[in-house]
């Protein structure tokens, strides 16, 4: 999967640019991204070294996005049982007798 991206999206201020694509010389905030940008890239020419870190790289990735989901299941479920409650309470005060 390639996109096309134009330089102004690239540049990184050299102070905040810790990694750098030894193939393409892409600028990267981290040594994490770096990883998961060679390994998508360009797998064909990464070492056993950057093949490990891209692989270490995808799982902290990967577990990241789990602890995302799992935050936006509770924010949902909160907010149901937040209606739910809220719904009860009124139709509670309003029934009659
Ligand atoms: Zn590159």
Do not use: I, N, W
Request: glycine content about 6%; charged content about 25%.
């Amino acid at each position: 999967m390639s996109v096309a991206v134009s330089e102004r999206d690239l540049r990184v201020p050299d102070a905040e640019t810790p990694a750098r694509c030894p193939h393409c010389g892409r600028p990267f905030r981290s040594e994490r991204l770096r990883a998961l940008h060679l390994g998508e890239s360009h797998p064909e020419r990464c070492s056993a070294d950057e093949r490990a870190a891209y692989e270490t790289a995808r799982e902290a990735e990967a577990d990241d996005l789990f602890v995302y989901h799992l935050k936006v299941v509770g924010a949902l479920v909160g907010l149901y049982a937040f209606f739910v409650f809220s719904y009860m309470a009124v139709a509670a005060v309003q029934a009659p007798g």
